[in-house]
């Protein structure tokens, strides 16, 4: 027989041992709880993820047309997307100089400022010149016409240090010249010949007086000697050294070189004192609109919405002083599709870059792939995935087909074009589940397609507005055995639960929980869902209650913007581990990001009531 001491010891022992199985039970419990229990979607608060700035390189959105440098360093670019140009002074601080009222004009290709801080900009499709004082006030010199003082589509302007000013009027095929006194000169006509011209673009002036013109629709340059009032020309068609394809703009340095924005060759060609021609390679910057020169000697190109630097010795890619595009990494043309992998590392279908680009948890990027046809090389594309295994998913989509990388950087393709099974037309998103199998947006063909483990391809839905068919559908998600599918033309989006039946969110217009060409989607672990709304300019995100919140869009509901917060067509979304949404920002050329709410918990107070 136990003793009462040991009775109460053994009694005590399963009391503590119950009492342990029930803490243990409970916290168990809890756990459940705390994984099942799904947050509300917070207020998001969103930053610019990508590009960052450097000190060589300040972020801007917009479209950059011209750029010119004051003798004091002080930097002008006209940014023709907002009407409104981006000056820069000599200790590198940034501001905006709001153009005129565009009841007024609006500025379209070139500026120049002279001594006193005055600015011109050729009004070309109003046939004017717009002119903003020391005071910030706007006005406008000449009309449309062919007489002296107006204008027909005015592209080049230049002033010089004595106030005059030279407007390159490009519709009346010639040069005209306003002095100090206002009184205006014309230099040519429409011809081929020396000292006539055609569609003559860009103007500038030596300290000598000496007028440079780029001619060009005569794909040339002309000189007028300011000593003798002759014309020289030099330079014609084509794509040799000397030789010219649409120059637009034209710059001279003080020894007396010549340089020209060979515009439609994509380079810059300089003519030195001897007559001597050097060029940057072809195709150096596509879309090339201007070129300017800074007192060090470094030549400033607008090119592709953004202003490089560099100067004739700069190989490869040239420094981005200022813009949101370039083919360096890290930078982005129309980015599209987005994923992260279990490390964090995010992932990016780089879309007019033709490549895939890779972000790690440092915050450096990588770049993989290029404009072809070749394993590796791909045309647009618009989606990509990553598994467990680390093996990399491109929907490369005007190639029509499906190219996958695995862990050790071997590229194989899937696909070709076409109707049949495991063929594809403009594929834009994919995406892979934890078995490995593997779902595409097979846009052009109106369906989903799945590749199992065996290899095998089934389609699901047909084209069409009922449930479960689609219209060009192009992104599309898995969470918690669900496949979320955003209908783009439908201009909504389609959820298939475990079962295969389909439900329908949204309908077209710019209200709350409508969409215009919905083009990313993803749902975080508490079932919140976000929807990239692309051409209604915003993101919105419906939280487990059914309620719409949206972000972006401007008073109006759709309007694009370039703040954070603000998107102009977005398109891919992705949700890392650590929780953080990013957003593929893509004609602002960015990535945006911005935490996302956590699980909430209550096993704290659980734990405090079963200790008690």
């Avoid at 700035?53 to 440098?69: I, L, P």
């Avoid at 647009?380 to 680390?390: E, H, I, K, L, Q």
């Avoid at 309908?507 to 929980?513: F, I, N």
């Avoid at 709304?533 to 913007?561: E, F, I, K, M, P």
Wanted: aromatic fraction near 8%; charged fraction near 15%; hydrophobic fraction near 35%.
């Amino acid at each position: 027989m136990l003793s009462s001491h040991a009775n109460s010891e053994e009694v005590q022992a399963m009391k503590n041992n119950g009492r342990h199985s029930l803490l243990c039970v409970s916290m168990l419990l809890a756990f459940i709880l705390w994984t099942a229990v799904p947050s509300a979607a917070k207020p998001l608060s969103f930053s610019r993820a990508a590009p960052v700035n450097t000190s060589q390189f300040t972020y801007g959105v917009g479209t950059a047309k011209n750029a010119v440098v004051k003798s004091d360093g002080t930097m002008y670019i006209l940014n023709v997307t907002y009407n409104e140009i981006e000056k820069r002074d000599s200790a590198g601080n940034w501001t905006t100089i709001a153009g005129p009222d565009t009841s007024i004009g609006v500025m379209e290709n070139m500026i120049a400022v002279d001594s006193s801080g005055t600015i011109y900009s050729p009004d070309s499709t109003n046939s004017r010149i717009l002119v903003r004082d020391g005071n910030g006030n706007w006005t406008t010199i000449g009309s449309s016409g062919s007489g002296l003082g107006a204008f027909s589509t005015p592209h080049g302007i230049a002033v010089d240090s004595a106030g005059q000013l030279y407007v390159a009027d490009s519709g009346n095929n010639r040069i005209q010249v306003r002095d100090t006194s206002n009184q205006w000169t014309s230099y040519g006509s429409y011809g081929t010949t020396t000292g006539k011209f055609s569609f003559p673009c860009g103007v500038t002036v030596d300290g000598s007086g000496n007028i440079y013109v780029a001619d060009t629709s005569n794909n040339r340059i002309q000189i007028r000697d300011a000593s003798t009032g002759t014309w020289s020309t030099f330079g014609s068609s084509g794509s040799g050294t000397g030789q010219f394809y649409w120059p637009e703009s034209i710059a001279v340095d003080g020894s007396g070189n010549i340089y020209v924005s060979d515009n439609y060759n994509g380079r810059i060609q300089v003519r030195d004192t001897s007559g001597s021609w050097t060029a940057t390679a072809y195709s150096t910057f596509p879309n090339l609109y201007s070129l300017a020169l800074d007192s060090s000697g470094n030549i400033l190109v607008a090119s592709n919405d953004s202003v490089f630097v560099g100067t004739m010795a700069t190989e490869g890619v040239w420094p981005i002083l200022w813009g949101s595009t370039s083919s360096a990494v890290g930078y982005f043309s129309n980015p599209a599709g987005l994923a992260t992998d279990t490390s964090g590392n995010l992932y990016l279908a780089d879309m007019l870059h033709h490549r895939i680009q890779i972000r790690d948890t440092t915050g450096n990027w990588t770049a993989t792939g290029s404009e072809g046809y070749g394993l590796g090389e791909f045309l647009a594309p618009n989606g990509v995935a990553v598994d467990t295994a680390g093996n990399v998913y491109v929907a490369d989509t005007v190639n029509n087909r499906l190219q996958i990388r695995d862990a050790s950087g071997i590229w194989s393709s899937i696909g070709e074009n076409g109707t049949g099974l495991g063929q594809f037309f403009h594929p834009t998103g994919i995406t892979v589940d934890t078995s490995g199998n593997l779902y595409v947006a097979d846009a052009g063909n109106n369906r989903l397609q799945v590749r199992d483990t065996n290899g095998t391809w089934t389609a699901i839905t047909t084209p069409g507005s009922d449930l479960g068919s689609f219209s060009s559908p192009n992104s599309l998600t898995l969470r918690a055995g669900k496949l979320y599918v955003t209908d783009k033309y439908n201009n909504r989006v389609l959820v298939r639960d475990v079962a295969g039946n389909w439900t329908a969110i949204g309908s077209e217009g710019t209200a709350l929980g409508q969409f215009k060409s919905p083009s990313g989607v993803a749902v975080d672990a508490a079932g919140n869902l976000y929807v990239a709304d692309s051409d209604n300019n915003r993101l919105q995100v419906r939280d487990v209650s059914g309620n719409w919140t949206r972000y972006g869009g401007g008073d109006s509901g759709s309007a694009a913007g370039r703040d954070d917060g603000q998107f102009h067509t977005p398109v891919g979304l992705a949700i890392s581990n650590a929780g953080v949404l990013y957003v593929a920002d893509s004609d602002n050329n960015r990535i945006e990001a911005a935490e996302i709410a956590k699980p909430t918990t209550s096993v704290a107070p659980m734990l405090m009531l079963l200790l008690q």
